[in-house]
């Protein structure tokens, strides 16, 4: 059965449509049939990371009931298919949410994992992908602010009567400093696993204004690796380092 994770934030700009962007094509090049949803309306940057800018039809005219689900799904040259929202204020006009999960299920029901990156924070629109969804995959930055943000979304979780699976944390943006959470103490604080680090990696920032993810530009990167075993993790299959690295590494030991 297909399993739909909500990757989310208490706190915005911590990089959720970077991971959701990236482990989407990660999991697809593991073999995964896998989708990613835009769920952003207000803020809608998911396309721009594949480096579209305009589809003829977008998840709001879905949500109008202007366009069939089929008609906004959009497929990458990887075989990840995508479902991007508007980038024009007047496609907010008119959306309706309702059944969002059921209508998720249906469409993708012979699919394997579905990322919708959600709206940071517990605003309505990063409740409906909440609502929507069978797991939940935190994104935080190695900073108070960001695990507070983090602590309070999984309170609310706790609280709801449907109670998805929270995978863990992904530490993103991580720069080895001495003055950053570290993993233990974001695990004491959260109580949640941390499931990946991403390190701070300049290549996603060139890799967003170049229009592609870095894990297409720059597949060796320490960020493209890290996206890799969280992506084997998600799936539970067996991550193997590419055989280049790996040559590196046996070097080294000698
Ligand atoms: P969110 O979706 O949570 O608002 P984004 O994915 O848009 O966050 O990321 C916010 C900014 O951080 C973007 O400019 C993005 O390129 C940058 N960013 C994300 N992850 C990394 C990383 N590992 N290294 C460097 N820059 C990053
Ligand atoms: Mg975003």
């Known amino acids: 059965m297909v399993r739909i994770i909500d990757v989310c934030s208490g706190k915005g700009g911590v990089g959720k449509t970077t991971i959701t962007a990236n482990l989407g094509l990660a999991l697809t090049q593991l073999g995964k049939k896998v989708a990613v949803v835009d769920c952003n309306l207000t803020t809608s940057h998911l396309s721009l990371l594949f480096g579209s800018y305009s589809y003829p039809l977008t998840l709001n005219n879905f949500l109008k009931g202007e366009a069939r689900f089929e008609d906004v799904v959009y497929t990458h040259t990887s ?150 075993e969280i992506a084997a993790k998600i799936a539970g299959i067996e991550y193997k380092k590419p055989k280049i690295l790996k040559r590196i590494f046996e070097i080294f030991k000698r």
């Not at 309070?152 to 009567?161: A, E, M, P, V």
């Not at 863990?168 to 950053?180: D, F, M, P, Q, S």
């Not at 991403?198 to 592609?212: G, M």
Request: charge should be negative.
């Open 79 to 228: 075989g990840l298919k995508i479902v991007p929202a508007s980038l024009e204020l007047k496609d907010l006009v008119d959306v309706s949410f309702n059944n969002f999960g059921e209508k998720l299920k249906e469409n993708f029901r012979d699919f394997d994992i579905v990322l919708l990156d959600s709206a940071p924070g517990l605003g309505r629109e990063a409740l409906i992908a909440l609502q929507a969804s069978d797991e939940i995959l935190f994104v935080a930055n190695p900073f108070i602010t960001s695990l507070v943000d983090v602590f309070k979304c999984n309170q609310l979780i706790n609280s709801l009567d449907f109670k998805p699976k929270v995978i863990g944390i992904v530490l993103n943006r991580v720069r080895k400093k001495a003055y950053e959470i570290s993993v233990d103490e974001v695990t004491n604080f959260t109580e949640l696993p941390v499931i990946g680090i991403v390190p701070e990696d300049e290549k996603v920032l060139e890799s967003t204004n170049k229009k592609t993810l870095v894990l297409i530009s720059h597949r060796n990167s320490p960020s493209s690796k890290a996206i890799f």
